[in-house]
């Protein structure tokens, strides 16, 4: 009887049983058409899996609560899978937390989680692939001792990383007490590099500092409102309503079939009107330079003049920044020499590599911002493959004597003896000695190396910034072409050798689509390239060499018919004449003739 025709039995008497009703085992007989002791037999086999599987389930339970941890808060899973010698889903999955005796731990708030426990929660979540089930849930939750409610958080944090009240003022406190933004990312590993921590930062402590927005009214503007603008008319009659009633806008709104707030804003406007100047006063003129630099709009320039419309600031302001782009255009632009080179270093050098005031330093140097800016990259472009040749020996001479010790590389003691950053240890090393080999082979290469040296691309090397394929070798200890062909292959870039081809033959040949061959070859690879390499491979265009008398067929309609048809029209026409010739090579032909 198959599994399934049995499962269905099964269940069908459960169901009786569970109901309290007395099992037809006669309509069960007719149903099924089987004996009532073959059934019973069904059923008790049925019994003693659930018995073990509860045994089983006890089991694990109690060895999880052995291998608790207080300290850590959750459970050793390592030593209860070495224990059973079982998977360590099918652990957590036979888990039953309502016999366990651990208290499960409540983290509501992201901030409650250790580092260690977010980060270990990361690595767990990847195992599983999509969005997590809630059998999947129930296992993470297991996993790391914490309701799943507290999970869904975590993990929702994870694959969506956002700035919250509680991880501002926890960063803000650290800040505080002089912590560098490295060791933050330390405490805080949500976010996917230093760089994103710190714009996420900036751009919530922004937000938070200009405040709640000024509340505004929701009143309904009328279908007169909303029909025109404020006109000379509508100030004329506003003037004598607020003579008649003075400024209870209330009234004034009432008289003219409008809102109070817009009554206010034609009066206001009216007095605006009635206020008017000719010319600009160098106070006006000050008031205009101090909105563009704060990037005050032409709105707020007008209302804090009080004598010029919004229209006539927009048009000055508009002026005054053309001349400024205009005086820019006039500034210092001769040769950069050595001592303007110094001096610009020299400049930039109190600030932030984030937050360079270059409107300050043009200011001081003389010279336009744009120019201060890209002359430093050029500066700081030069300066690394100079620092990395000063220091090549030392760096080299150190990661010799750290090798031949032990046969491993930590980088982070060589950059404390050398004292440079990692990154330029990476880059300045030529000490290569015992460097292995990386060679692609679809049966049997491990993608987890690959992935370690994108993650290490990615947070070393973001775009638009070029890979240093030397500081990537020096890394992963594997010869720099290997990880530049890696790298390419990463990219979808495959080089369709002959055991790559007969590995998609093979997968091919046993019904695999596609989209899953590329997939198995390389994690960028698409389904499209796969096909076309595929049908290359297993039928390969073969050309019949064109004889002689054809190819004089041909010379003779091109030269017949060059000058009456369009070029394009030839091979058509030669088509039509040659029915039984290699389409291809006619046309390569007829337009070789032609030219």
């Not at 160098?282 to 419309?309: F, M, N, P, V, Y």
């Not at 932030?352 to 005031?357: C, S, T």
Request: net charge positive; aromatic share 8%.
């Amino acid at each position: 009887i198959p599994l399934e025709r049995q499962r269905e039995i099964v269940a069908a008497i459960r169901a009786c049983q569970k109901d309290g009703v007395t099992v037809p085992w006669f309509d069960l007989t007719l149903r099924f058409r089987l004996l009532q002791s073959d059934m019973e037999q069904m059923v008790a086999l049925d019994d003693d899996r659930l018995q073990k599987r509860r045994e089983l389930s006890a089991r694990v339970t109690q060895l999880a609560d052995q291998a608790f941890d207080p300290q850590r808060g959750r459970c050793d899973w390592d030593s209860v899978v070495k224990k059973l010698d079982m998977p360590l889903m099918e652990c957590l999955g036979r888990f039953d937390a309502s016999l366990s005796s651990v208290p499960v731990r409540s983290l509501p708030k992201f901030v409650d989680w250790l580092p260690d426990d977010f980060t270990l929660l990361k690595e767990f979540v990847q195992q599983f692939p999509g969005t997590l089930t809630a059998d999947d849930q129930r296992l993470v939750s297991a996993f790391m001792n914490v309701n799943q409610a507290d999970c869904a958080m975590a993990y929702n944090m994870c694959i969506r990383p956002r700035m919250t009240t509680e991880l501002f003022e926890l960063m803000a406190s650290y800040r505080e007490k002089g912590m560098p933004w490295r060791d933050i990312y330390q405490q805080i590993p949500v976010f996917a590099s230093v760089q994103t921590l710190r714009c996420a930062y900036s751009r919530f402590k922004a937000k938070v500092s200009s405040g709640p927005k000024p509340a505004t009214s929701r009143a309904r503007w009328t279908d007169a409102e909303t029909a025109r603008g404020i006109t000379v008319a509508d100030m004329e009659r506003v003037k004598a309503l607020v003579d008649e009633y003075g400024q209870d806008w209330t009234q004034v709104g009432q008289a003219m079939y409008a809102t109070p707030e817009r009554a206010r804003q034609i009066w206001d406007r009216y007095q605006q009107h009635s206020k008017a100047t000719k010319g600009w006063s160098s106070r006006e003129l000050d008031i205009l330079q101090e909105c563009i630099r704060d990037g005050i709009g032409s709105a707020e320039a007008s209302r804090r003049i009080d004598t010029k419309s919004r229209a006539a600031c927009q048009s000055k302001m508009r002026e005054m920044k053309l001349a400024d782009s205009t005086e820019e255009a006039t500034v210092n632009k001769s040769y950069w020499t050595s001592d303007d080179e110094a001096q610009l270093l020299h400049l930039v050098t109190p600030y932030d590599p984030h937050a360079i005031d270059w409107t300050t330093i043009a200011g001081d140097l003389g010279r336009a911002v744009n120019a201060c800016r890209h002359k430093y990259r050029q500066l700081r472009k030069q300066r690394k493959p100079k620092l990395a040749a000063e220091h090549a020996d030392a760096v080299s001479h150190a990661v010799k004597k750290q090798y031949t010790q032990h046969q491993s590389m930590d980088w982070a003691q060589v950059s404390e003896s050398v004292g440079l950053s990692e990154r330029e240890c990476l880059e300045a090393n030529q000490f290569g000695d015992g460097k292995a080999r990386w060679i692609y082979d679809p049966d049997t290469f491990s993608w987890d190396m690959a992935n370690r040296m994108t993650k290490f691309i990615k947070t070393n090397y973001p775009r638009p910034l070029p890979v240093n394929y030397t500081a990537v070798s020096n890394y992963m200890w594997i010869e720099p072409d290997d990880c530049f062909k890696m790298a390419s292959l990463l990219r979808g870039e495959m080089t369709w050798t002959k055991d790559v081809l007969a590995k998609a033959v093979e997968l091919r040949g046993q019904g695999m689509m596609y989209k899953d061959i590329a997939r198995q070859l390389s994690p960028n690879l698409t389904a499209e390239k796969v096909s076309y390499a595929y049908r290359r491979h297993t039928k390969p265009i073969q050309h019949v060499p064109l004889s002689a008398e054809v190819k004089q067929q041909i010379r003779a309609l091109v030269d017949r018919h060059a000058e009456q048809l369009p070029y394009l029209e030839l091979p058509s026409l030669i088509q039509g004449a040659l029915p039984n010739a290699d389409k291809a090579q006619l046309y390569d032909l007829a337009m070789l003739r032609r030219s």
